[in-house]
Every structure is written in structure tokens, then in C-alpha cells.
């Protein structure tokens, strides 16, 4: 364990917690965030552990560790972090799920921009109406069918077109994700279910698995060819949400472009908008 490094971990998580999320008192302070003795209290240990615990000078057992990160209300990507750093396993290993604040936040702002929000493991776990106005996501009952990398290797939509860089970008962030995941999330089974049947699926995903290309852009452009309004262009720029270990997925158009009054319209006829969670993991 580099106790150095988790200590630094814990600092930072402390001083950018606001103490009003946990219902402590707020107004002018002395300290950034939580003083130590709020997290103590908050973890059900000393003050004076917790300052060692930054320092270095302790080391923490799992159950501290799960104390800290259930004080602090830290999502899950900072819980897999500090559990690691303290050189633990993480509680369940499972790829979460939860669509956080952070998310919510995100979707509830940009209604007019289409946008999904997707767990590690590509399956969208929210969307907001204005993507399911672009009329391409259609289901089909398949076990996979709200997962993005599933979908793209294994069983693309006839509404989606890419030009030979935008997927070859595209497809090498889906496989770095999905690499990442694995990595991160061992014991769960649903990923694990997904890389074997997708390897065995899609020959190009088994090679891109086994000789991943470098990521050279987290955004991509396509085509998005709508049943009424014909074919829009939207570029879709990746964004992390690393408390909870979710990323959001938002298209835009050109401002000003055909495109951009092509979008404009679709929304316009989508009517109120709205928020959907959605996904499944897998078989069961």
C-alpha cells in the first residue's frame, strides 16, 4: 500500500466535501470542507486517526476504509480508488448503476441536446427524450440491446452511419472503456458475459480486444438518419462523471448549420421533455 498516496486521497475527499450534503452546519470556515474531527465523528474514529491516516503514519483496514467512503458519500469510482490504494478488493466488484446527482444534473440541463448516460460497461442507464427523438434506437429484445459497444460490433442500427475514421475512433473507446471496466470490475459476471459473447459475435471486436488501437479522440461524428426529417450530422463528445463511475454521451450539430435547424425540428415535434432510465446488463 502506497499509505502516502491514500492519505492524499482522503484529504482531498474531505476538503471538497460540502459539509451541507451531510447536514452539517455551513457558513464561513477556517478549513476547506470537512474538518477532521466532522469526519471522525461522521467514520466512528478519533480525530487524531484520521490525522494519521492522512499523514501516512496508519494503516487502514477495510472496514476503515468503507467507514471513510460511507462518511464521505463518495460515489463509486473514489470508493474502488481508496479501496485500492489501500490495497483491499472492493466490496462487491459489481459495475454500478445508479444514475447520481451529477448525471441528473446533466440531463435535466441540456434538454435540447440529445444525450445518454452509460455505466463502465456501455449500457446506457439514462436518456433524455431528445436522443430518442433522433428515431435510430430501435429495440429488438436482445439481452444487449441498450448497450452502445454491443450495438456497434455485434448489432448496428440501420440509422447510424460513420465514415471509416470517425468509427475507427469510435470503436477504439468503446474497446478501451470496456478493457477499462474489466480491470475495475473483475467479479462481475454480466461484463465478463459481454466480452466473451461479443468476442466470440464480432470478429473485429476480438481483434481490437486482443491489439487495441490508441484512443485518438473521445468525440466522433455520424450521421443519424431520422424516419421523417432524412439524415442529421451530430458530433458526440464523451464526458466523465468519475464519482459514480458513469460517462454521459452529448451530440451536437454545427451552430448554424442545416444540420443544427434539422436537429431543431426534430426536438420541436418530440414534445415535453423528459428523462427515461433504461438499460440492462445482460442475461437475467
Not at 34 to 49: I, P, T
Not at 78 to 103: M, N
Request: aromatic fraction near 6%.
Amino acid at each position: 500500500m502506497e499509505r502516502d498516496e491514500f492519505g492524499a486521497a482522503v484529504r482531498q475527499l474531505r476538503e471538497s466535501t460540502d459539509p451541507a450534503a451531510l447536514g452539517l452546519p455551513g457558513g464561513r470556515r477556517r478549513v476547506q470542507g470537512l474538518r477532521r474531527e466532522e469526519l471522525g465523528d461522521l467514520a466512528g474514529m478519533s480525530a487524531d486517526y484520521v490525522r494519521r491516516l492522512e499523514q501516512g503514519r496508519s494503516h487502514p483496514s477495510a472496514g476503515v476504509v468503507n467507514a471513510i467512503a460511507r462518511a464521505l458519500r463518495v460515489g463509486r469510482a473514489d470508493y474502488e480508488r481508496l479501496a485500492a490504494l489501500a490495497g483491499y478488493a472492493a466490496a462487491d466488484g459489481q459495475v454500478p448503476t445508479d444514475v447520481g446527482p451529477g448525471a441528473m444534473r446533466l440531463l435535466e440541463r441540456f434538454t435540447d441536446t440529445p444525450m445518454f448516460v452509460s455505466d463502465a460497461a456501455m449500457n446506457l442507464v439514462a436518456v433524455n427524450s431528445a436522443f430518442l427523438a433522433l428515431g435510430h434506437w430501435h429495440l429488438n429484445g436482445d439481452p444487449w440491446e441498450w448497450n452502445i459497444a454491443w450495438r456497434t460490433f455485434c448489432d448496428p442500427f440501420d440509422g447510424f452511419k460513420q465514415s471509416a475514421a470517425d468509427a475507427t475512433d469510435h470503436q477504439a473507446v468503446l474497446v478501451a472503456r470496456l478493457r477499462g471496466a474489466v480491470l475495475r470490475y473483475p467479479a462481475d459476471a454480466s461484463l465478463a458475459a459481454l466480452v466473451d459473447e461479443m468476442r466470440s459475435r464480432s470478429r473485429l471486436f476480438d481483434t481490437l480486444w486482443r491489439e487495441p488501437r490508441p484512443v485518438a479522440a473521445y468525440e466522433s461524428s455520424a450521421a443519424f438518419i431520422h424516419p421523417e426529417a432524412g439524415a442529421v450530422t451530430l458530433v458526440g463528445s464523451l464526458l466523465a462523471i468519475p464519482g459514480d463511475d458513469l460517462a454521459a454521451l452529448m451530440l451536437t450539430a454545427a451552430p448554424g448549420s442545416a444540420d443544427a435547424a434539422r436537429l431543431a425540428e426534430i426536438l420541436d415535434d418530440a414534445g415535453e421533455p423528459t428523462i427515461i432510465k433504461v438499460g440492462q446488463s445482460g442475461p437475467g
